[in-house]
């Protein structure tokens, strides 16, 4: 019987202590969670800008400051020439109008195309030389979530 005793004892203790360090060593973070609100990516026009600039020589291909860009509805794009470069670029959009319907236009000028995401999408803007060196041009890839 005391052998019985002990060994119930035994067992007791060694469950409390597996069970005191289970507790000790898991979760960190024991706070209750919502799952009833998602939240949802920003769709404000005000979210932060993203600024492309594009350059190239007299010789070599279009080089991006970034390329296979994401933004979020509402964010705006702005695709410049680097400082200096006064050449003649052609723009293609991929798609069907994905530079219409996906990215809204919204100001041209000499120096800059500014473009607002208004809806999801993926697509690309082909940079093309001097109107019709295509085998110099570079795929700009843009994603809107």
């Known amino acids: 019987m005391k052998m019985r005793n002990q060994r119930t004892t035994f067992i007791a203790m060694?469950?409390?202590?597996?069970?005191?360090?289970?507790?000790?060593?898991?979760?960190s973070d024991v706070r209750p969670i919502d799952s009833q609100t998602p939240t949802a990516p920003s769709t404000t026009p005000n979210a932060e800008a993203v600024k492309v600039?594009?350059?190239y020589s007299d010789s070599g291909n279009v080089t991006l400051s970034a390329n296979n860009i994401t933004l979020q509805k509402g964010q705006t794009l702005i695709l410049e020439p680097a400082a200096g470069l006064t050449k003649k670029t052609r723009f293609?959009?991929?798609?069907e109008n994905f530079f219409n319907d996906v990215m809204e236009q919204v100001k041209?000028?000499?120096?800059?195309?500014?473009?607002?995401?208004k809806a999801p999408g993926k697509g690309k803007l082909q940079i093309i030389p001097n109107y019709t060196e295509t085998d110099r041009a570079i795929d700009f890839w843009v994603t809107v979530r």
């Open 14 to 27: 060694m469950g409390l202590i597996l069970a005191f360090t289970l507790f000790l060593g898991g979760c």
């Open 53 to 55: 600039t594009y350059n």
């Open 108 to 117: 041209t000028d000499n120096s800059k195309l500014v473009f607002v995401a």
């Open 92 to 95: 293609l959009s991929s798609g």
